[in-house]
C-alpha cells in the first residue's frame, strides 16, 4: 500500500499563499501521475492539478496562473504551491497517486483512476 501524508494547509488572507506538500511512502512514487483534489462545503469532490512521471501537468482553468504543480523525487513528494489564494479557494485538498502505466492523460483527470489518497487538509482563504 502507498501512504500518502497531506502538509502545509492553513488558513491564510486572500492573496496570500500556501504550499502543501504530499509525502509518499515508496520511491515508486516517481512513477505515478499524482493529482490534488479538493472538496469545497456542500460541492463534490473535483481535480485541481495533476503531474504525470515526466513532468506533464495540468490545472483547472479556474486555478491556471495561480497554482504550480511540482515534484521532488528524491523526497517522494509532490508540492502544490497556491499562490493569489481567493475566496473560492477555501475547500479540503487531498493528494492521490495513480499506479496505473499508459493511461490516456484525459483519463487522470478523473477520481475513480486514482489507487490511494491522502487524509486531506483543510485550506481556508479569509478576507
Known amino acids: 500500500q502507498v501512504q500518502l501524508v497531506e502538509s502545509g494547509g492553513g488558513l491564510v488572507q486572500a492573496g496570500g499563499s500556501l504550499r502543501l506538500s504530499c509525502a509518499a511512502s515508496?520511491?515508486?512514487?516517481?512513477?505515478?501521475?499524482v493529482g490534488w483534489f479538493r472538496q469545497a462545503p456542500g460541492k463534490e469532490r473535483e481535480i485541481v492539478a495533476a503531474?504525470?512521471?515526466?513532468?506533464?501537468?495540468y490545472f483547472v482553468d479556474s486555478v491556471k496562473g495561480r497554482f504550480t504543480i511540482s515534484r521532488d523525487n528524491a523526497k517522494n513528494t509532490v508540492y502544490l504551491q497556491m499562490n493569489s489564494l481567493k475566496l473560492e479557494d477555501t475547500a479540503v485538498y487531498y493528494c492521490?497517486?495513480?499506479?496505473?502505466?499508459?493511461?490516456?492523460?484525459?483519463?487522470?483527470?478523473?477520481?475513480?483512476?486514482?489507487?490511494?489518497w491522502g487524509q486531506g487538509t483543510q485550506v481556508t482563504v479569509s478576507s
Open positions: 492521490a497517486a495513480d499506479t496505473h502505466y499508459g493511461s490516456p492523460w484525459y483519463i487522470e483527470l478523473l477520481m475513480a483512476e486514482y489507487d490511494y
Open positions: 503531474i504525470s512521471r515526466s513532468g506533464s501537468t
Open positions: 515508496e520511491r515508486t512514487f516517481s512513477s505515478y501521475t
